[in-house]
């Protein structure tokens, strides 16, 4: 069965940094595209960025731009979101979910891990 | 535009039928899919593409899309219904990557 754990999240001061991981199991890791989306305390669903299958094109939301870098390692089976600049706005419970491939390019997540908390304070 | 809006809040009778809805220029080029989130608990994928269920979601879950709206449907609520749905879509201006949720529909079963 398909698993994705998070890990890495913790205290940060502003203008810290922090990278996220996360663990894929169950599925061809190397064959799909992966998601960060992000979910500030009391708040919806924010999609932080996106990575093609193979690491040839990587996107973000404006919010992060600059300051998120997203990859991936398909030789461990794991994804990384490496946080820089950090801000209070970051706080948020960050997600990966594996990317369902669509032809006609409609987007959806089909699996979610259960989260890390990163929290940005002094 | 890359705005997807939701109602904040939507309430049913235990067995009835609602209907959620989300808002969007996107959703005229692009299908939404639709994320049930229980609290505490990760978001759950529920509908994907034209009405597409993933396996182990019940039937009594179907999507459905008209111009620039798209609908969950929940035929026959169950309180394990009660939950924030979510919807996302894609940003359809340009070639980059742009993915966007809807604020969320808190549901109330009644």
């Known amino acids: 069965q398909v698993q994705l754990v998070e890990s890495g999240g913790g205290v940060v001061q502003p203008g810290g940094s922090l990278r996220l991981s996360c663990a894929a199991s169950?599925?061809?890791?190397?064959?799909?595209?992966m998601h960060w989306v992000r979910q500030a305390p009391g708040k919806g669903l924010e999609w932080v960025a996106f990575?093609?299958?193979?690491?040839?094109?990587?996107y973000y939301a404006d919010s992060v731009k600059g300051r998120f870098t997203i990859s991936r390692d398909n030789s461990k089976n794991t994804l990384y979101l490496q946080m820089n600049s950090l801000r209070a706005e970051d706080t948020a419970v960050y997600y990966c979910?594996?990317?369902?491939?669509?032809?006609?390019?409609?987007?959806?997540?089909?699996?979610w891990g259960q989260g890390t908390l990163v929290t940005v304070s002094s | 535009s890359s705005e997807l809006t939701q109602d904040p809040a939507v309430s049913v009778a235990l067995g009835q039928t609602v209907r959620i809805t989300c808002q969007g220029d996107?959703?005229?080029?692009?299908?939404a899919s639709w994320y049930q989130q229980k609290p505490g608990q990760a978001p759950v994928l529920v509908i994907y593409?034209?009405?597409n269920r993933p396996s182990g979601i019940p039937d009594r879950f179907s999507g459905s899309s008209s111009g620039n709206t798209a609908s969950l449907t929940i035929t026959g609520a169950q309180a394990e219904d009660e939950a924030d749905y979510y919807c996302?879509?894609?940003?359809?201006?340009?070639?980059?990557?742009?993915?966007?949720f809807g604020g969320g529909t808190k549901l109330t079963v009644l």
């Open positions: 169950g599925f061809t890791f190397s064959s799909y595209g």
């Open positions: 990575i093609r299958y193979d690491g040839s094109n990587k």
């Open positions: 979910a594996k990317d369902r491939p669509d032809l006609a390019g409609s987007i959806s997540l089909d699996y």
């Open positions: 996107s959703l005229r080029s692009y299908y």
């Open positions: 996302n879509s894609r940003d359809s201006s340009g070639n980059h990557l742009n993915v966007v």
């Open positions: 593409g034209k009405n």
